[in-house]
């Protein structure tokens, strides 16, 4: 069954989120980290909106979904064998959701920078490498080839909330 007090509660964190990434002289990589949050918690939200299974009550899609960083790209590597029936069913939604979304690969490209040791990943947290050389988050100057450019990346985001937001009400009215 949906959790709209769930998604509500998830949607109200990554509007925060976003809000700390608008702050005026906030480091770019720092940022990206928050704008990161904020689409990690609104998909989320979706996800607690949309899932009509038990809540933690399966968890592939907890395993998957909502306890992860990169939820898009951790769910779409998940094996859908191992999926329940309201897994799969959300993991449809959640898909069809994001390629509908004109801002569909700066989401994705978002969704997969998340908190990563590994040095091969670039990341918002963790010094990786970048040409055989270690450099910081602070330090990476490829932040716009990457994910595209900051305000991009901020339009794409509120698109999203806002959607998401929709998405809400929407089944909230049903």
Same mark, same amino acid.
């Given at each position: 069954?949906?959790?709209?007090?769930?998604?509500?509660?998830?949607?109200?964190?990554?509007?925060?989120?976003?809000?700390?990434?608008?702050?005026?002289?906030? $480091?770019?990589?720092?940022?990206?980290?928050?704008?990161?949050?904020?689409?990690?918690?609104?998909?989320?939200?979706?996800?607690?909106?949309?899932?009509?299974?038990?809540?933690?009550?399966?968890? !592939?899609?907890?395993?998957?979904?909502?306890?992860?960083?990169?939820?898009?790209?951790?769910?779409?590597?998940?094996?859908?064998?191992? &999926?329940?029936?309201?897994?799969?069913? &959300?993991?449809?939604?959640?898909?069809?959701?994001?390629?509908?979304?004109?801002?569909?690969?700066?989401?994705?490209?978002?969704?997969?920078?998340?908190?990563?040791?590994?040095?091969?990943?670039?990341? !918002?947290? !963790?010094?990786?490498?970048?040409?055989?050389?270690?450099?910081? $988050?602070?330090?990476?100057?490829?932040?716009?080839?990457?994910?595209?450019? &900051?305000?991009?990346?901020?339009?794409?985001?509120?698109?999203?909330?806002?959607?998401?937001?929709?998405?809400?009400?929407?089944?909230?009215?049903?």
């Amino acid at each position: 069954m949906a959790d709209t007090k769930r998604a509500d509660a998830f949607l109200r964190q990554a509007k925060a989120d976003f809000k700390v990434a608008e702050f005026v002289g906030m $480091p770019e990589f720092a940022a990206r980290y928050f704008l990161q949050q904020a689409v990690e918690k609104a998909l989320k939200a979706f996800g607690y909106a949309k899932f009509s299974g038990t809540i933690g009550g399966d968890r !592939y899609i907890d395993d998957f979904f909502f306890r992860r960083h990169d939820p898009l790209q951790k769910l779409g590597a998940a094996d859908l064998r191992r &999926l329940s029936k309201n897994a799969n069913l &959300l993991r449809r939604a959640i898909i069809l959701f994001v390629e509908s979304f004109p801002e569909r690969t700066a989401i994705e490209k978002i969704d997969a920078t998340s908190a990563s040791h590994d040095p091969r990943e670039v990341s !918002y947290r !963790y010094p990786f490498e970048v040409d055989n050389a270690w450099t910081t $988050p602070a330090e990476y100057n490829g932040w716009t080839a990457y994910q595209g450019g &900051l305000g991009q990346v901020r339009t794409a985001v509120r698109k999203l909330l806002a959607a998401v937001a929709d998405e809400i009400a929407l089944t909230r009215w049903r």
